[in-house]
């Protein structure tokens, strides 16, 4: 089967995912600007992006693709800074933000992945970082009234961390394996 990985990253971590998903698939990741040329041949498309103010960079030119060709089979990998799926992080909230981008009705078997990235402060552009400022001072209210939850958010944004981990992608591999 040939396959295209293409992705939308700005500090590094979907781009990652993306590599790592094209050695799987045999295949080179580009950016989804390429998606029109890489993808021509391809029976499967997978997408690699992160999560941008509660919705998935890139999925508007994602999904304007995919309605263009229909006969393709397409799968989502989902890159956030917020930790795998546990007790302070449950699943269901992973897949909420996805589906705020691929609402259920529209996309009911489409493939995806959560996978953590990392977060960088000093790779994010002028707005994003003004953004996370407020964000931060929002995160510091939320621990003076004991929200244990944003105080480890909130550790891991000041230090920066890089939490990819090639072994998320197994998930979907196996739907993809799976679905054949």
């Given amino acids: ?76 990998i989902a890159v956030g800074a917020t930790p795998m799926p546990c007790d302070l992080w449950p699943a269901s909230e992973h897949k909420e933000a996805f589906r705020r981008s691929f609402p259920e009705n529209r996309y009911p078997d489409l493939p995806w992945v959560y996978c953590r990235g990392g977060f960088h402060f000093e790779r994010l552009g002028a707005l994003d970082k003004i953004a996370m400022r407020i964000y931060f001072k929002m995160l510091e209210d939320e621990i003076a009234r004991g929200n244990e939850r944003e105080k480890i958010s909130l550790a891991g944004m000041r230090e920066g961390f890089d939490g990819c981990n090639r072994s998320y992608l197994e998930p979907l591999l196996e739907q993809l394996r799976l679905q054949g």
């Fill in 1 to 76: 089967m040939k396959a295209a990985v293409v992705y939308c990253s700005q500090t590094g971590s979907a781009k990652t995912y993306a590599g790592w998903m094209a050695e799987e698939l045999s295949c080179t990741p580009e950016p989804l600007e390429r998606i029109e040329t890489v993808a021509t041949d391809a029976e499967l498309v997978v997408f690699a992006s992160w999560f941008h103010a509660a919705s998935i960079k890139g999925v508007k030119r994602f999904q304007a693709y995919m309605a263009k060709h229909p006969e393709k089979r397409y799968a989502v």
